[in-house]
């Protein structure tokens, strides 16, 4: 009877610990599709995000033993889901509680908390919360050696930190610290790309007189044909590339003055708009209304009252719009549309003239 009983026990917790792998493996295989496709610069598709909604909900169902690398996997998963959701205040909830239960399990990963942390700071961008987002990141430094990828991304996350708060004196000096490193030419070239992306928007600043480069930047001359021929990721795009490069460039020409150029980009533009508005779910939103925007700048007859008068418009709708954490890493807005608009603004009363 006793041997019975053991036996017993020893099956319920082979099965426990079974059920607990199998769910282990459906949790990695899950993680990994959802970071491979980020990676490659995809947005996810709707049946891996319903996957990743229905996880957490059948995790509680089943029951699991305790386990650190599950517990992590459950928590980051679910936070990916509600920020694809623009649930950013929810997924942050999570994130924080995750971050303070991962320090009761033995030997988390240093991987882990930078996870999180990164997370967590994007929410807080997004919820306009720079203290806090500049907290996460400055804490996620604690768990990354200098050089490591990790480090670069976070890098990255203190680039886009600095160009939503406005603070552009601190964009040079992250850009140069990142791409001077002797590991930097070891990242993904999509990953390079998007540094050579902001650089161009450091540069369009420079020309703006918003900030000063040094005089070595201030000696070489800056081809924005040249720099779109580099960027080989955004140029594979047909229709006018992405939403970035497009805003770029017109804000570029309109820097410049060369309307010629610009209103040769309506039709791109157009184009690039329609392909937004067909959407159904109502997903990039704020991609939709900045192109329509940039599009009513390309007209013949676009001048500066007019331009004003829509600029109050669009704020009004940006407002109403959420950040879009569920459109590709290369569609994700660099600059803040609405400071786009107070960029486009600006130019206007620099040049002081009309578009013919």
Same mark, same amino acid.
């Given at each position: ?14 099965? $426990?610990?079974?059920? %607990? ?79 303070? +239960?991962?320090? %009761?399990? %033995?030997?988390? %990963? ?18 306009? &919360? ?55 030419? &070891? ?5 390079? +790309? ?25 000696? $070489? ?8 021929? &580099? ?87 940006? &407002? ?37």
């Amino acid at each position: 009877l006793e041997k019975a009983k053991m036996f017993k026990k020893y099956d319920q917790e082979f099965k $426990e610990a079974l059920r %607990t792998y199998n769910i282990l493996l459906e949790a990695e295989s899950l993680y990994s599709r959802l970071t491979a496709q980020s990676a490659v610069q995809k947005t996810p598709d709707e049946l891996l995000l319903i996957e990743a909604r229905d996880f957490d909900t059948y995790v509680s169902k089943v029951g699991f033993q305790p386990s650190v690398r599950l517990y992590f996997l459950k928590s980051i998963i679910s936070a990916f889901y509600l920020m694809s959701v623009f649930e950013y205040k929810k997924a942050l909830s999570r994130i924080e509680e995750s971050i303070c +239960q991962l320090k %009761t399990f %033995t030997n988390p %990963t240093k991987g882990m908390f930078v996870s999180l942390l990164s997370n967590a700071a994007m929410c807080n961008i997004y919820l306009k &919360k720079f203290e806090a987002a500049d907290k996460n990141l400055l804490e996620a430094f604690e768990y990354t050696e200098e050089g490591s990828f990790n480090w670069m991304q976070i890098k990255g996350g203190q680039i886009a930190f600095s160009f939503y708060q406005g603070s552009y004196e601190k964009l040079l000096p992250l850009y140069e610290e990142v791409v001077a490193h002797r590991n930097f030419k &070891k990242l993904p070239r999509p990953i390079t +790309q998007i540094w050579d992306l902001n650089f161009a928007w450091i540069r369009l600043l420079h020309e703006m007189k918003l900030i000063t480069l040094p005089e070595k930047y201030r000696k $070489e001359s800056f081809s924005l044909k040249i720099f779109l021929g &580099k960027v080989k990721l955004f140029s594979k795009d047909k229709e006018g590339m992405n939403v970035n490069i497009l805003v770029l460039r017109v804000l570029w020409l309109l820097m410049v003055e060369d309307y010629d150029a610009l209103i040769a980009l309506e039709d791109n533009i157009k184009r690039y708009r329609h392909r937004y508005s067909l959407r159904k779910d109502n997903t990039h939103r704020r991609a939709y209304l900045i192109l329509r925007y940039l599009e009513g700048i390309t007209k013949r007859d676009y001048i500066d009252y007019k331009c004003i008068q829509t600029s109050k418009t669009i704020r009004k709708e940006f &407002k109403k719009s959420p950040f879009e954490i569920k459109s590709a890493n290369y569609e994700i807005e660099i600059l803040p549309f609405e400071v786009v608009v107070d960029i486009v603004e600006e130019i206007m009363k620099i040049n002081k003239r009309r578009l013919r």
